[in-house]
């Protein structure tokens, strides 16, 4: 699995590490949706302050 962070379109370097803590989090909040299927490919979320 493959984990990009960006803040303001800059590239926070993550490790193998960090990675799979965010891509495992994300994938398991994701996968608990009842509409969404076990064979998804990208997974990309924005969030704003307001």
């Known amino acids: 699995m493959k984990v990009e962070l960006l803040v303001d379109d800059r590239k926070i370097p993550t490790n193998e590490f960090i990675q ?3 891509g495992n989090v994300i994938k398991a909040m994701v996968e608990s ?3 969404i299927d076990d064979e998804w490919k990208e ?3 924005k ?3 307001e």
């Open 47 to 49: 969030i704003e302050k």
């Open 20 to 22: 799979k803590i965010l």
């Open 33 to 35: 949706l009842h509409t």
């Open 43 to 45: 997974i990309s979320i």
